[in-house]
């Protein structure tokens, strides 16, 4: 299992270099997942390998996800800015990278373009959280992170219908992750976003029609300078994997027309 120190934790990691001979320059990826349930495997068996032909794709569990290790504290978007600023120095990724961000990803992907934009080459945000005003509120009390797509019975069914079979050890840690770490009050104490009229590189947005966070969309549109947004009719917060084949023909569209 591939694993890297980075900011003083241990973080899974899994680099795609692809098979392009021609010999021209490869941008580089890096993918963002959502919370909680979520892990790299959901870009690794969407977006990452058709991405690996023309770009070297980089992908990671965010702290305590999936084979990450899950500190008790820790759980900012700046605590996650800080892990993906070291683990581009870990990767030796010195030029400007194309950030993907599914979800709670997104977050992370714009507060580095902000932060950081000298390392940010364009921003690809899938469902893209941000935080608004009354979202800690929103947040308090939710182990189920409500702000985020998932409402507490949701899961609360997902934990018990793996509890008795081979994941039950994902659930456990999933459980363990919401109910043992700081990860509610860290993002209960979020502050809302303020900057995104600042975040001077490309992006592109896409959303479902259906998505419980349409009001982002439309806010992302209206402060981010340079962002083009498509809401995808008849999809919800999970258009990765609802529409992943749209998505993928967006996304090399989406690299290609950055290297022009």
Not at 57 to 66: A, K, Q, T
Not at 98 to 117: D, I, K, T
Not at 127 to 137: D, K, L, N, T, Y
Not at 217 to 223: I, M, S, V
Request: overall charge negative; charged content about 25%.
């Amino acid at each position: 299992m591939p694993e890297v120190e980075a900011n003083g934790l241990r973080f899974h990691v899994q680099v795609l270099h692809g098979t392009e001979t021609d010999g021209a320059p490869r941008p580089p990826v890096v993918m963002l997942h959502g919370l909680v349930i979520d892990n790299l495997s959901s870009w690794y068996y969407t977006l990452a390998h058709p991405l690996a032909l023309v770009a070297d794709v980089h992908l990671y569990d965010l702290r305590g996800h999936g084979r990450s290790e899950m500190p008790a504290t820790g759980y900012t978007v700046a605590d996650n800015v800080d892990d993906l600023v070291a683990l581009l120095d870990h990767w030796g990724v010195t030029e400007p990278a194309h950030l993907f961000g599914n979800s709670f990803g997104g977050v992370v992907a714009l507060a580095l373009a902000h932060r950081h934009p000298e390392r940010v080459a364009s921003l690809f945000l899938i469902e893209a959280h941000f935080a608004v005003e009354g979202w800690g509120e929103h947040m308090a009390g939710s182990l189920a992170l409500a702000a985020f797509g998932l409402d507490e019975d949701a899961v609360q069914d997902w934990l018990s219908e793996h509890a008795d079979r081979k994941l039950s050890r994902v659930a456990k840690r999933s459980e363990r992750f919401l109910t043992k770490t700081s990860l509610i009050d860290d993002l209960q104490a979020e502050e809302p976003i303020t900057w995104l009229a600042e975040v001077a590189v490309p992006t592109y947005a896409m959303y479902g029609s259906d998505s419980d966070i349409l009001d982002r969309a439309r806010e992302l549109e209206a402060k981010v300078p340079r962002c083009t947004l498509e809401v995808v009719e008849g999809s919800s917060h999970s258009l990765l994997t609802e529409q992943s084949a749209l998505v993928r023909e967006r996304a090399l569209a989406w690299i290609d027309l950055q290297a022009r």
